[in-house]
């Protein structure tokens, strides 16, 4: 079992719905979960970290964390082309190693 | 958020020689720096965690003596490519450790050997 898990797509939706992207997790004592955003040819992007149960919410973003199930996701409202990108899951494992696990992304599509 | 430069952007040589490329941290000071390595439509491969003032510590399969690291202050860390060749040829990102975690990247360094 891979330690960090994406659904690597793509995912197609209109513009203007929820994008919903998932994450699972192998290891239960993980403490610090991370969304980036990699558009083709560039480097990743921070968009959102989340390190207790529940949503958090930043503009268009919500990440949302359940422990207990091990899985984070990140939705999108109101979707529009530009964040067409693959979106990239980040966990750090609890214990002293502070390298964070990526999952290998999910392409997001949104067409207009 | 933070602001992490790398030079150069793009580079091109010749099979053989070797090629630096630099990783600074504009706004913070970062302690830890990685650098990872991207293939097209591949993810992320981390090659090696860079510490300042100490020495690298390189992933699995990652050779230390073809991929020197140097981190030799709080907002400064190189990865030189020595000898490059063909296979070398990718994009080489690298990123900053934040306070809680979180990593800022750079924009990358796309290297091509010919």
């Known amino acids: 079992q891979k330690e960090v898990e994406q659904n690597s797509g793509p995912l197609s939706v209109p513009e203007g719905a929820i994008a919903s992207l998932n994450c699972t997790y192998s290891d239960r004592g993980s403490q610090s979960f991370f969304w980036y955003r990699q558009y083709s040819g560039k480097s990743p992007e921070l968009i959102m970290s989340?390190?207790?149960?529940g949503d958090k919410e930043d503009g268009r973003f919500t990440a949302q964390l359940n422990k207990a199930s091990q899985y984070v996701s990140l939705l999108i409202r109101d979707s529009q082309p530009s964040d067409s990108a693959t979106y990239l899951c980040a966990v750090k494992r609890a214990g002293g190693s502070y390298i964070p696990t990526f999952g290998r992304g999910t392409s997001l599509i949104v067409h207009p | 958020g933070a602001v992490v430069s790398q030079h150069p952007s793009r580079v091109i040589c010749k099979s053989g020689t070797s090629v630096k490329i630099e990783c600074r941290s504009l706004d913070f000071q970062a302690t830890t720096m990685f650098w990872y390595r991207q293939f097209p439509k591949q993810s992320l491969m981390l090659m090696a965690t860079s510490n300042e003032g100490s020495k690298a510590t390189y992933e699995q399969g990652v050779e230390k003596d073809k991929f020197l690291i140097n981190h030799a202050s709080l907002t400064l860390s190189t990865l030189t490519v020595t000898s490059a060749h063909p296979e070398d040829s990718s994009f080489y990102i690298c990123?900053?450790?934040?306070?809680?975690?979180?990593?800022?990247f750079g924009p990358g360094t796309r290297l091509t050997v010919t």
């Open positions: 989340i390190y207790s149960n």
């Open positions: 990123s900053a450790r934040g306070p809680s975690y979180e990593q800022y």
